[in-house]
């Protein structure tokens, strides 16, 4: 038990946090040229903030959530996703007060009690934004076009963008009322589930993965088909600003958020590159929520979350290969003690200089430490010993071509600077 980490979590060794690493200077990079900033918030919140926000009827909230009661007798949630936490930090720190919009990013860590399988874990990790105080339709094609630029800069270019309208308290009051109306047609062949979604929250019976329900619901009335002037209005022109950032998408009716503060646009990304069958990314308008947590009236929201795991399966699946920067420039290898205690002062004037530089910490012989040197990739490898010392010369081994050269203890830092 003590050697194995909790079910569902996974440990990010070396030989994959330079991966992560690559995705999240990428998603930095992006995020910056749209001139997004970011936002860290706590990894556990006040139960109460997922309830209001994710939604009571939601899996998340009704299965999913790891919550528990602190020593302060506090309900307290690791974050199950990352909106509702900058959401409360912008309401909290009066982000609101400055000139709108408000764009922010994030990565960071979710926990969801789910059963584990290929991408999906009790322990993931999101990447976010989240644009706040706008509610034009151009936000929303920038926050689309932040995703997919995204994704075309870390190798994925075949991607499906699907985008759809929830409307708007509005028309969906109308909409819900015509979907019961055909719901109640249907009683006797929905799912459990859906059967109590009927009546708590309609629109997600479209979202129901059952594949019963499916076949029988083919005919279901969708929210797209029956905006007001306003949202009709308002994706029109989200579907324009794409298709002039020349962003291809598909209009996909059954894209359904089904909470009350959804508004207008919802959307989804999916990797068609081989292998990948999953949604990379899902994002949408949340217009009520700020209003919902406590913050001032009116204030618009808009924003996306990717799976991060799910994001490097795909890269995975389709060898888009990420290369490890790590290589060290030099390994010196030392025979004797007066070699090793001399190999500290270069070593302190090689790293003062940046470059990379590692020696012997086992007392190991000569071929052992060439073994060393071999697995940590290095660049260049010395040899230091009595003579050397005695001369102030070395030989220095490239080890890609295996070309070597005499130089100039002293004057190594140079040497290296030259060659790297
Ligand atoms: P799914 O239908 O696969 O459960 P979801 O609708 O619960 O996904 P969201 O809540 O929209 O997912 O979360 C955004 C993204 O986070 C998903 O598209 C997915 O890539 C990722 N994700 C969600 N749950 C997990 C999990 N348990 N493990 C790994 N990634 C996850
Ligand atoms: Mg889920």
Redesign the pocket.
């Known amino acids: 038990m003590l050697t194995k980490a909790p079910r569902g979590t996974k440990d990010i060794t070396p030989k994959e946090a330079y991966k992560w690493n690559y995705v999240e200077n990428k998603f930095r990079e992006v995020c910056s040229l749209f001139g997004y900033e970011e936002m860290r918030t706590p990894v556990f919140e006040h139960t109460e903030l997922f309830k209001r926000s994710v939604g009571d009827t939601t899996d998340i909230v009704q299965k999913e959530m790891y919550s528990f009661k602190d020593k302060g007798e506090r309900d307290i949630t690791l974050k199950p996703?990352g909106t509702a936490g900058v959401v409360r930090a912008f309401i909290e720190n009066k982000l609101y007060a400055d000139t709108q919009p408000t764009k922010l990013f994030y990565m960071t860590p979710c926990f969801?009690y789910?059963r584990p399988q290929a991408?999906?874990?009790r322990q993931?990790h999101?990447f976010g934004i989240e644009a706040l105080g706008s509610d034009k339709p151009s936000i929303d094609a920038e926050v689309i076009a932040l995703a997919v630029q995204f994704f075309n800069e870390v190798g994925l270019k075949d991607l499906a963008v699907s985008i759809n309208s929830v409307g708007c308290p509005t028309c969906r009051e109308k909409y819900n009322a015509k979907l019961k109306e055909y719901l109640d047609s249907k009683v006797d062949v929905l799912c459990e589930t859906c059967l109590d979604r009927k009546d708590k929250n309609p629109m997600r019976v479209i979202d129901c993965k059952n594949p019963t329900c499916q076949e029988n619901i083919k005919d279901i009335p969708f929210m797209i088909d029956h905006l007001c002037e306003d949202c009709s209005t308002h994706f029109d022109k989200v579907k324009e600003y794409l298709t002039e950032m020349d962003v291809n998408f598909v209009v996909d009716k059954t894209i359904v958020r089904g909470l009350d503060y959804y508004k207008k646009t919802a959307f989804e990304i999916i990797s068609n590159d081989i292998g990948s069958q999953?949604?990379?990314?899902?994002g949408g308008r949340y217009d009520g929520l700020v209003e919902q947590l406590g913050g001032p009236k009116g204030l618009s929201g808009i924003g996306f979350?990717?799976?991060a795991?799910?994001l490097l399966l795909t890269l995975e699946n389709n060898n888009i290969e990420i290369k490890n920067p790590q290589a060290t420039d030099i390994y010196i290898a030392t025979i004797g003690e007066a070699a090793k205690i001399k190999s500290f002062k270069i070593l302190k004037d090689l790293r003062y200089n940046h470059i990379s530089s590692e020696n012997d910490h086992l007392d190991r012989s000569i071929k052992a430490q060439f073994k060393y040197s071999d697995k940590i990739n290095s660049k260049f490898t010395i040899v230091i010993g009595d003579d050397e010392l005695a001369n102030d010369t070395a030989t220095l081994k490239n080890m890609a071509t295996s070309e070597q050269t005499t130089i100039k203890l002293s004057e190594i830092v140079k040497e290296l600077q030259d060659r790297l």
């Open positions: 996703e969801r789910e991408g999906r874990q993931f999101q999953s949604t990379v990314c899902g979350a990717i799976g795991e799910r």
